[in-house]
């Protein structure tokens, strides 16, 4: 008795989709995971490190203490610079220390976080 042959596809179907949805191993184990591209590869960061390019007329000191850095290094490269900043314990003191106090008993924690001051160590001008 032959089958239909709309049988036989759903059948091939059903087939392939059990098939797919195995727990087997892949068959090229050693591609399994592996990024398709250097696009794609985890990137490695060390935290609270930056590396910039400056122009020509820019001062690394002026930039990296209006940023809230220090310059740790002067690479190779022309106006290629390393630029660190606060982590962990030292961030979260300087985040506390420098929130906007809400003065207020029904408000808890230190108060509205002030990004500008804690990166500056100033206070904006009013009006801004």
């Known amino acids: 008795m032959a089958r239909p042959p709309l049988m036989a596809a ?3 179907a059903s087939l392939a989709f059990v098939a797919a949805c195995s727990d087997s191993v892949p068959l090229s184990p050693e591609l399994a ?3 398709a591209s250097l696009s794609q590869a985890p990137e490695e960061v060390m935290e609270g490190e930056f590396i910039v390019r400056l ?3 820019a001062d690394p000191a002026v930039v990296a203490r209006d940023n ?17 900043g606060l982590r962990g314990a030292a961030l979260r003191d300087r985040l506390l220390s420098t ?6 008993a029904t408000h808890f924690g230190a108060g ?3 990004s500008y001051r804690a990166v500056t160590g100033a206070t904006l001008p009013s009006g801004q």
């Open 55 to 57: 122009a020509d007329d």
């Open 68 to 84: 809230g850095l220090q310059v740790a290094q002067a690479l190779r490269s022309n106006r290629a610079f390393v630029l660190t």
């Open 10 to 12: 759903a059948a091939a």
């Open 99 to 104: 929130a906007d106090s809400k003065n207020d």
């Open 112 to 114: 509205r976080l002030n």
């Open 33 to 35: 995971g592996a990024p």
